[in-house]
């Protein structure tokens, strides 16, 4: 079974930088595309960023174009989110999921949770406070 597990999250001052990690273990994510998400206090869940499983394609939502940046390190089996120039907005606990594509152009990036994603970690919470 593929579990994840975020890390990276922590309290940071508007404008600064954090750098979230997705590790996965029980199965390599060679073949899974991997979404991030974030959930506010009182708000729905949001797609992030996405990523496909080879890393040729990626997504981002319209709030962090320009400031976060998705990767991907199959060796290490791991999935990155440098985010930039944060904001107090930007303060929620961000999750990864994973989704195995099982389509021949393996181009699948998941921003949206209607997916249906196989995996999902805890969370990490990232908050922008001065």
């Known amino acids: 079974q593929l579990q994840l597990v975020e890390s990276g999250g922590g309290l940071v001052q508007p404008g600064g930088s954090l750098r979230l990690s997705c590790a996965a273990s029980?199965?390599?994510?060679?073949?899974?595309?991997i979404g991030w998400f974030r959930q506010a206090p009182g708000t729905e869940r949001e797609g992030v960023s996405c990523?496909?499983?080879?890393?040729?394609?990626?997504n981002y939502g319209d709030s962090v174009k320009g400031r976060f940046t998705i990767s991907r390190d199959n060796a290490k089996n791991t999935v990155y989110l440098q985010m930039n120039n944060l904001k107090s907005e930007d303060t929620a606990v961000y999750y990864c999921?994973?989704?195995?594509?099982?389509?021949?152009?393996?181009?699948?990036?998941?921003?949206?949770?209607?997916?249906?994603?196989?995996?999902w970690g805890v969370g990490t919470l990232v908050t922008v406070s001065s």
């Open positions: 990523i496909s499983t080879g890393g040729s394609r990626t």
């Open positions: 999921a994973a989704i195995q594509d099982v389509t021949s152009v393996q181009a699948m990036c998941p921003l949206s949770e209607d997916y249906g994603m196989d995996s």
């Open positions: 029980g199965y390599s994510l060679d073949y899974f595309a």
